[in-house]
Nanobody
């Protein structure tokens, strides 16, 4: 079955950096939308950055453009999120997700369209 396992979270000071990793298994990996979502306490889950595993088309939330970079290693079936210039408002549980279905462009950062999810990794940014 599909498994997504995140790692790399932690606690950093504002302005610092972290790199999250997500190792995928149990499916072909190619031809999926995969991405990173986050959820802070009391808030809805929001899309951060997604990538189409075949071709590398990416979409970013406005709040992270210029600071976060999504990347992948297809051979390792691994997704990354490089997070720089972290802010206190980036504090959240970060989840890796995958979608086999085709997703219209304006829905690609919406969590409801992703059917596979990891357990999450916590990112805490102190100001």
């Amino acid at each position: 079955q599909v498994q997504l396992v995140e790692s790399g979270g932690g606690s950093v000071q504002a302005g610092g950096s972290l790199r999250l990793s997500c190792v995928a298994s149990g499916y072909t990996y190619s031809g999926y939308w995969m991405g990173w979502f986050r959820q802070a306490p009391g808030k809805e889950r929001e899309g951060v950055a997604v990538i189409y595993t075949t071709g590398g088309n990416t979409v970013y939330a406005d709040s992270v453009k210029g600071r976060f970079t999504i990347a992948q290693d297809n051979a390792k079936k691994t997704l990354y999120l490089q997070m720089n210039s972290l802010k206190a408002e980036d504090t959240a549980m970060y989840y890796c997700a995958a979608a086999q279905r085709a997703i219209l462009p304006w829905w690609r950062l919406h969590a409801r369209y992703y059917e596979y999810w990891g357990q999450g990794t916590q990112v805490t940014v102190s100001s």
